[in-house]
C-alpha cells in the first residue's frame, strides 16, 4: 500500500461551547470535549484509511489543561500520525477561545487508536502514513515509544 501524506488525515472542526453542554460553574464537561475528540479522531482515521467505519481501540491519557465556558469557541484538529496494520494513532488537539477577548488556551491533547473495519466487520489493512513537515516527523518518530507505553498499559494487572 502506498503512504499518505499525515497532512491528508488533518481534521478541523469549530464548536461553540453552549450551556446545555456546561456544567455548574459555567465550564464545559469533560465528557462532552471527550465526545468530540473522539468524534475528530473517528473523522481523520476515516480520511486516512479510506473506510466509512473505524472504532476507537484505545484513548491515552487525557489531562484537562484549561476550562472552556458557555460563549467559548473549541478549535478541535486531528492528524494520523502513525500507523499500524490496521490501527492508526492519532493526534487530537483542542484548544479554545473567548471571542470578545481574542484569548487562546490550549484545553486538552491525546492520542487515540482506532482500527479501521471491512464491510464482513473484521479488520482491514491501512496505508502507511508519511509525515512531510519537521512537527509530523517528531510525533512520527516518537509513536514507537507510545505505541510500546500502550502494549505495556494493557498487559498491567486489573482489579477484579
Given at each position: 500500500m502506498k503512504a499518505k501524506p499525515m497532512k491528508e488525515s488533518q481534521a478541523i472542526q469549530m464548536r461553540l461551547v453552549l450551556p446545555p453542554d456546561t456544567n455548574h460553574m459555567d465550564t464545559i464537561f469533560g465528557g462532552k470535549v471527550l465526545a468530540y475528540i473522539d468524534e475528530i479522531a473517528g473523522i481523520s482515521a476515516m480520511k486516512h484509511s479510506g473506510r466509512r467505519v473505524v472504532v476507537t481501540a484505545s484513548i491515552d491519557s487525557v489531562d484537562f489543561l484549561s476550562p472552556a465556558h458557555v460563549g467559548d469557541v473549541l478549535e478541535l484538529e486531528a492528524n494520523v500520525t502513525s500507523t499500524g496494520r490496521t490501527s492508526m494513532e492519532v493526534y487530537v488537539r483542542v484548544k479554545s477561545q473567548n471571542l470578545q477577548t481574542g484569548e487562546e488556551r490550549l484545553t486538552t491533547e491525546?492520542?487515540?487508536?482506532?482500527?479501521?473495519?471491512?464491510?464482513?466487520?473484521?479488520?482491514?489493512?491501512?496505508?502507511?502514513?508519511?509525515?512531510?513537515?519537521?512537527?509530523?516527523?517528531?510525533?512520527f518518530e516518537t509513536a514507537p515509544a507510545r505505541r510500546e507505553y500502550r502494549k505495556n498499559r494493557v498487559k498491567a494487572p486489573r482489579l477484579s
Open positions: 491525546s492520542f487515540l487508536t482506532l482500527v479501521a473495519m471491512g464491510d464482513d466487520g473484521k479488520p482491514v489493512e491501512v496505508p502507511p502514513v508519511k509525515p512531510e513537515s519537521a512537527g509530523e516527523k517528531q510525533f
